[in-house]
């Protein structure tokens, strides 16, 4: 499978950006698609998760009520609609996969392809 993530770049504090990840290769095996982050000095972090065909998601706490995850199914692309950015949401973001099923959606261990990291930068 082959994740290709874009959408990242800078903006002020309180600005928006979309994040894309496009799944191929074996897309009908990886039923749930996830954002997570690092920051420097930080380990990487849960963003949020989608599973494709219930399209149940789950935020964490810092980013809920701001992100939203989505996902369309003909071109196999999730996406993080970012909103209402802060300087502690500037991270790289990668996109991963997994089945459904392998665990719940936070558990990094259980995602078996993994995007490049795209540069999410926020200023104050």
């Known amino acids: 499978v082959q994740l290709q993530a874009s959408g990242g770049g800078a903006v002020q504090d309180g600005g928006s950006l979309r994040l894309s990840c496009t799944v191929s290769?074996?897309?009908?095996?990886?039923?749930?698609t996830a954002w997570f982050r690092q920051a420097p000095g930080k380990e990487r972090e849960f963003v949020a998760g989608?599973?494709?065909?219930?399209?149940?998601?789950k935020y964490a706490d810092s980013v809920m009520g701001r992100f939203t995850i989505s996902r369309d199914k003909s071109s196999n692309t999730a996406y993080l609609q970012m909103n209402s950015l802060k300087p502690d949401d500037t991270a790289v973001y990668y996109c991963?996969?997994?089945?459904?099923?392998?665990?719940?959606?936070?558990?990094?261990?259980?995602?078996?392809?993994w995007g490049h990291g795209t540069q999410v930068t926020v200023s104050s």
């Open positions: 991963a996969v997994k089945p459904s099923g392998w665990g719940s959606f936070d558990e990094q261990a259980r995602y078996v392809g």
């Open positions: 989608i599973t494709w065909m219930t399209h149940s998601t």
């Open positions: 290769g074996g897309t009908s095996d990886y039923a749930v």
